[in-house]
Nanobody
Framework: QVHLVESGGGLMQAGGSLRLSCAAS????????MGWFRQAPGKEREFVAA????????SYADSVKGRFTISRDNAKNTWYLQMNSLKPEDAAVYSC????????????????????WGQGTQVTVSS
């Protein structure tokens, strides 16, 4: 019922920046947690960042803290991941995700907490 579509992936040299976007459509939930995950070849899906529905709480993986920033525009049902100072180890398929309606702004970092997923967008970082 909820469809998510990512965009903005591509090739970037180490040290460069990219901004990913996630557009939601369908029967979206206004009070949901919006997040980003990534998966590199041969590795499990990894939590990257998430933001509460009010925007009052964010959470980042230690590996991206200080370099990545998550933001959202509820009016557009869209959220973003600004990625700065990219490193080769950031290369992965990035997927946006959203929970259903939540009663708490506590950020979940486990993929099982997220009910809706995008198709993924490839981010490649050259050395």
């Amino acid at each position: 019922q909820v469809h998510l579509v990512e965009s903005g992936g591509g090739l970037m040299q180490a040290g460069g920046s990219l901004r990913l976007s996630c557009a939601a459509s369908g029967r979206t939930c206004s009070r949901s947690i919006m997040g980003w995950f990534r998966q590199a070849p041969g590795k499990e899906r990894e939590f990257v960042a998430a933001m509460s529905w009010s925007g009052g709480r964010t959470s980042y993986a230690d590996s991206v803290k200080g370099r990545f920033t998550i933001s959202r525009d509820n009016a557009k049902n869209t959220w973003y991941l600004q990625m700065n100072s990219l490193k080769p180890e950031d290369a992965a398929v990035y997927s946006c995700a959203a929970t259903g309606t939540v009663t708490s702004e506590y950020i979940r970092s486990d993929a099982a907490a997220y009910a809706y997923w995008g198709q993924g967008t490839q981010v490649t970082v050259s050395s």
